[in-house]
């Protein structure tokens, strides 16, 4: 089973995530799903992966194409079988006739009949394709609540995170792993925008943070063990009742960590300090605070 | 970046190193662990036409006590200054700074004598060493020479290994019973080199008076240097917290502080004095403690 999809992935797992809806919808191996995207020489269109939409748009898409593939397919093995579509069963990724599980049409044979085409239901075109676009009746909104702990150093403007609680509502999940892999990569991000992270040129345009030896990316050891937890509230705008997750941690944790924060510097009365709040800046402002 | 090309020695000696280091002079430089050299090259910032690679040359490397002082080849790396348990027994705060150093995977690689001959004016060592008044043994040419501390830092990048010399041995006294030492350091959250690096190291006696006191400052200037303000206002007196504070308070004094992306002169001078404190606290409660 080929899947050709206009949604690229760049690590976020749809050559998991994707084969894992076709393997569930047609009762296959993963193993035996092929994802392809990414090569303009093989997909006739695409736009990418953006705005969280791959699973609930790229996956609905192909969820109709797998439903559309599977009503053919169900007529193909209904002539084979000699019987009637509404007595067949379909179940491990075989059909069968109600009744007499013994004599059963798998995927390969269905698939291998609909190309040689010799033994058809009267005027069926040849060929198991199908092609799909899923355009959403609305944007999915998925929400959450982050908190956040951090420890300031008031004499050196010094942070640091403590704890990181996550609980993200993104409707159904595909596979879990993915997405709280999603959150933990998406929370450093926004710690790293929220805390250090500055591209800082000189007056006359010269970018000075211009390696990775003055641009401060988190890193590990600044991070604590996030606490992830989920409620599964599915949406109403796509069969799968999945919402966007991609976005979650990089959105929720640049407010979460800056607010923290300004409440651990509320009792010298900072209440604001731009991003990203470095160490020079909140000693300057305790220092301007205390005055 | 890729450096510019170079040729690439590698001598199996130290008496090789040196003759080629004499044929060679200024289009020359001495590779050790490469973390300050090779980032350096590859920026093109340092364009040396010949690398003579030390990691071959016997008896560079290794820790051994040696009358009253634990004596450090200069190819020792980082990794193995931190693991030392002659040193954790003798000099512990030798290792905690080494411990301090980048990252696992620099500190496998870097070396103690590529870092002080390097002099990089935001490296650890450099302060450690200065507060434990160690001696640096430069073989040459003319023989083998011991250069106090004091007299190897020149200037920026700069110290007292002539161009046809290689730095072989640092030798650091163990310090008397009632010692204690202790490295405060703050780090840049991208190179994790010392934004602000302070060392003290201090002896007292049954009374609590501090008989000789010894503090080294790193990273806030062009190179490390001692603290000697702080030195005097700590000598002959019982440390209570005003006599640290008032110490202390003399830390950036004779630091040439220079304003960078981590902060203003004063910011950075400020930091100085603060890690001067907690930098002699934590020492004097070693010296209490026993170490």
Known sequence: MTVYTGSHSHGQGHETTFAQLVADQLGIPMAQVEIVHGDTAQ????????GSRSACVGGSAILMSLDKVKAKGRKIAAHLLEANEQDLVFEGGKWSVKGSPGKAKTWGEVSLMAYLAHNLPQGMEPGLEATSFFDPPNFTFPFGAHVAVVEVDAETGQTKLLKYVAVDDVGRVINPMIVDGMVHGGIAQGVG??????????????????????????????????????????????????KGAGETGTIAATPTVANAVIDALAPFGVAHIDMPLTPDKIWKAVKAARK | MYPASFDYHTPGSVQEAITLLGKLRDDAKLLA??????????????????????????????IREDGGSIA????????????????????????????????PQVRNLGTIGGSL??????????????????????????????????????????????????????????????????????????????????????????????TKAGVGVT?????????????????????????????AAKAADGVDVQADLQGSVEYKSHLVRVHARRAIEAALGRAKGGK
Not at chain 1, 43 to 50: H, K, L, S
Not at chain 2, 134 to 142: F, K
Not at chain 2, 232 to 247: F, M, P, R, S, T
Request: glycine share 12%.
């Open chain 1, 43 to 50: 997909i006739p269109f695409g736009m990418g992966t953006y």
């Open chain 1, 193 to 242: 925008q929220a805390l250090w992270e500055h591209g800082v040129y000189s007056d006359d345009g010269q970018l000075l943070a211009a390696t990775m030896m003055d641009y401060a990316l988190p890193k590990a050891d600044q991070l604590p063990s996030y606490e992830t937890e989920r409620t599964v509230t599915p949406s109403p705008v796509n069969p799968l009742g999945i």
């Open chain 2, 33 to 62: 662990g490469g973390h300050s050299l090779i980032p350096m090259m590859k920026l093109r910032l340092a364009q040396p036409k010949h690398l003579i690679d030390l990691r071959k040359v016997p008896g560079l490397a290794g």
């Open chain 2, 72 to 103: 450090i080849g200069a190819m020792t790396t980082h990794w193995q200054v931190e693991s030392s348990k002659l040193l954790q027994a003798k000099i512990p705060v030798v290792s905690d700074a080494a411990g301090m150093i980048g990252d």
């Open chain 2, 117 to 210: 001959a390097h002099a990089d004016p935001a490296a650890d060592m450099p302060a450690v060493m200065i507060a434990l008044g160690a001696e640096l043994v430069i073989e040459g040419p003319r023989g083998r020479r011991t250069v106090k501390v004091d007299d190897f830092f020149k200037g920026l990048m700069m110290t007292a290994v002539g161009p046809d010399e290689i730095l072989a041995e640092i030798r650091v006294p163990v310090p008397p019973a009632g010692s204690g030492a202790a490295y405060q350091k703050f780090p840049h959250p991208a190179s994790r080199f010392a934004v602000v690096g302070v060392c003290a190291a201090l002896t007292v006696d049954g009374k609590g008076i501090c």
């Open chain 2, 219 to 247: 990273g806030a200037g062009t190179r490390a240097v001692r603290a000697k303000g702080v030195e005097a206002g700590l000598a002959g007196k019982a440390l209570d917290h005003a006599a640290i504070e008032a110490a």
